[in-house]
């Protein structure tokens, strides 16, 4: 197995500079743990960062050009729930509406409605507190939110304030784009899964009995705030999904940065703030940068569901809700590869750098014995990626590349899938202890996530 | 009173080249009836004008450019409801869902539904009836359509077909902005203020309880197609709210268009398919134009208010229902003339014009005696045109040129109110008689439409 050096992570610390981006490359050429960043020449670059201090608290800045509007992203290592100056540019009216779910809302809401309500300008601040749970993400909730709009007759001089994971952020997104055909919004992501993949790219939806995300809008939030201290609260296996979408993009973009996450990867576990800046902040990058070239190159954007056919079949395979998307990917990643090495593409050592990384993060990389191959395909083919009958598959043609393709001998899949069932029967105890901790967190769990919020908010 | 010269309509027909916008606009100059119409420079024309022979049915074509799409609006003076070359081309997909309501339905429902059945490529044809009524464009309604969307399974190869006025044309448009974040739709508008005002502009909406058009989108269709003969069926009072909206456009923006619309009023309330075709064509360019504009010059698009300040309190002063909103705006452009000749920029005669026009096409152009000053002011000032206390209101500079201002001589707007209360205490028999006609239209005349309608579709 290759093991790549451990290297120190290129710290933003200290800068005070306002940076375009071109300053910010070579800045990140040049940092010292020798994770030199290539420059992609596109033709109209997606994205600038800014370095800035305000007040005492330190933050990065990646500006996100939409083609509907340019919007900043900020990411905070210490918490900026507590700062006016974090939030006041981006509130221009009188009313807020912080919109979040129950379990959020004991961690973050009271602090961040205070500092809200001290925002210059703001005369009244609602707030619309959901249950926590994706099967609250629907047509109901988005209803009772526009309700609440409506009776505080709120006018387009407001805000609406996403305070949550990706549940309680498409569903405010949705809610702000159609209240009088558009009002601002607010992204302020809890989850690492919402910093690294939702919060970017300007998809709101809901879902419907019939489908995921069948219901939704294009839209762009005001900025995004990410303070990394939330992350604190989150429970391990939250995290480790959100580690997945991480270690994707190097997958499929950056061989230099899936090398950072190898080395990385406990760094993020123990939630070190600087680590998950930075992971948080190359994810944006990465995604923002692929959504931004998909306007031109026409099927770009597939790439980012490295890992999503597979990991549906297993989702829908396993009834939902026993395996969070993110570990689903995970394990999805884990068989595109597998495939990939079958092809040609990958060496047997890649494969097994796959599975580390993957496995380091406490994230699964076998498929559940219980999904036979019949399971997998039929799912796989009732999957939106279908052409003309042919499974549309995203695949790696080496670490840091993907390539998105339906042109690809049928059995090598089949003999992909087929692999794991020997691997089970060859040593099935083995397999099983693989996949044990994909059960909910305990209660233990929960506490030791206060107590840790306890600790990070003194 | 100033009775213009009786002068025929421009006639588009025998026209078999596709024409550009200069060309068009040449060709209206050189137009036999003298009704030369003035260019205007703008850097980026929205419109351009086609007109077309396809199959026997004559019809013309006016392409609208708006940011996110170019989309055409057909106007067929001959009914196309049987003629698959008229949908075909905006028809991508296999599957279409035709939304109407309960009343159009039965005019126009089956003939839609076999002609899309018969479009090349079409696999299934599917149908949601709303009951008829404003009160059903709502969020239960939007829900309804979005779940036969996802129960037949559409993807984005479908399309979806607004038959009717403008609530079937917003709730629709609406459901397919956000299905699968956005799917084709087609609109198909069966009123004449739907022809020619909600068709254009790409806003979407339902209402809810606190406001109307509270919640929507803005969004585009891939094409309006306008069947004047579907005008037969509509009955007069809804038929002469459109013709408010098409005066508007005359009132606003061009005074020849004006001078059209006195001398041709009798043929569009005789529902002649030629003055209806270029009334609705002219009117669309005007609005086209004008929303266009409203990209660059912040605020243009105000003056498609004329008249709905004062209107709007008139529908929430009588408790909507009674009057129709084309009416209550007649009254208020009537009002807006009284008052801008007040403030010295419109004569005696030019009120008198504006009143004559209207009343011609079976308009009010008196607000009801109920209405006190109280009742205005309280409405005015609860509309969303008011910027620091001030009624923002939408005036006539002369006629064909409007003025957007809160910057009067509030004494104005008072004795301007107040005018009318005087000719009803002058006259009130006479003043309630001209108002009389503001009445739910009879069982008779529903019957009588069914009659045109059967006579026009032999
Ligand atoms: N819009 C997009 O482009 C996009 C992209 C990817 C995923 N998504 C959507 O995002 C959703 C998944 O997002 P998610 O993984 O954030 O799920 P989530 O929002 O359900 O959050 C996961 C869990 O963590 C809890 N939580 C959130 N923040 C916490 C904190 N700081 N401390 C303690 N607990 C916390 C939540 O209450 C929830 O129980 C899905 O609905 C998915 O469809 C959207
Ligand atoms: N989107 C926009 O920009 C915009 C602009 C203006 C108005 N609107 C909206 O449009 C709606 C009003 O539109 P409308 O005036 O068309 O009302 P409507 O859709 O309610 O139609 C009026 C009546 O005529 C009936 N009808 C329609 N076509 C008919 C036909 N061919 N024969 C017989 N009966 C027919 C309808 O069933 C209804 O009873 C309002 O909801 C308003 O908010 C939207």
């Known amino acids: 197995m290759f093991i790549p050096p451990l290297a120190p992570v290129y710290r933003h610390k200290g800068s005070t500079l306002a940076h375009d981006c071109a300053a910010a490359t070579s800045r990140l050429a040049a940092a010292p743990d020798g994770f030199a960043r290539r420059r992609r020449a596109t033709p109209r670059a997606p994205l600038r960062m800014r370095h800035k201090h305000h007040g005492h608290r330190e933050h990065t800045v990646l500006e996100v050009r939409a083609p509907s509007k340019t919007y900043p992203i900020l990411f ?57 749970g994706e099967e609250y993400k629907n047509m109901r909730t988005l209803n009772a939110i526009l309700d609440m709009c409506a009776q505080a007759r709120l006018d387009r001089q407001c805000a609406l304030v996403a305070l949550g994971g990706g549940v309680v952020g498409d569903v405010t997104g949705f809610a702000a784009s159609v209240y009088l055909r558009g009002v601002p919004f607010i992204q302020v992501p809890t989850t690492l899964l919402a910093m690294v993949d939702s919060a970017v790219g300007g998809k709101t939806a809901v879902n419907h009995p019939m489908g995921k995300n069948l219901i939704g809008t294009f839209y762009q939030p005001e900025a995004v705030i990410a303070d990394m201290s939330t992350l604190n609260t989150l429970d391990d296996r939250q995290l480790s999904a959100g580690i997945a979408e991480v270690i994707k993009y190097g997958l499929i973009r950056d061989a230099t940065f899936l090398e950072w996450c190898e080395a990385n990867v406990p760094r993020l576990m123990a939630r070190d703030p600087a680590a998950l800046r930075y992971a948080a902040e190359q994810s944006c990058r990465y995604k923002a940068d692929v959504v931004a070239a998909d306007e031109r190159e026409n099927g770009l954007r597939a790439i980012l569901n490295l890992g999503h056919t597979f990991g549906h079949a297993i989702e829908a395979g396993t009834g939902y809700g026993s395996w969070l998307h993110g570990e689903a990917v995970a394990t999805g990643m884990a068989m595109a590869a597998e495939m990939s090495r079958r092809l040609g593409h990958l060496t047997e050592a890649d494969v097994r750098r796959v599975e580390a990384v993957l496995t380091e993060a406490n994230l699964p990389v ?48 089949v003999d992909t899938i087929e692999y794991y069932r020997k691997l089970y029967d060859a040593l099935p105890r083995d397999y099983e202890r693989r996949l044990a901790h994909l059960r909910l967190p305990t209660e233990g769990e929960r506490d030791a996530a206060v107590a840790r919020e306890e600790a990070s908010s003194e």
Chains 1, 2 share one sequence.
């Open 76 to 132: 905070y290592e210490k918490t900026c729930m507590n700062d006016v100056a974090a939030f006041a540019p981006f509130i221009k009216g009188r009313a807020v509406l912080i919109v979040t779910n129950d379990t959020v809302a004991t961690f973050y809401l009271e602090r961040l409605r205070h500092t809200l309500d001290n925002c210059p300008g703001v005369d009244s601040v609602e707030v619309f507190v959901m249950p926590d």
């Open 366 to 413: 076998r498929p559940p014995p219980s999904m036979t191959l019949e399971t997998f395909l039929a799912y796989m083919a009732s999957d939106k990626k279908v052409v003309r009958g042919k499974i549309r598959l995203v695949l790696l043609e080496r670490l840091g590349q993907a390539v998105v393709t339906a042109d690809y001998d049928r059995q090598v899949l």
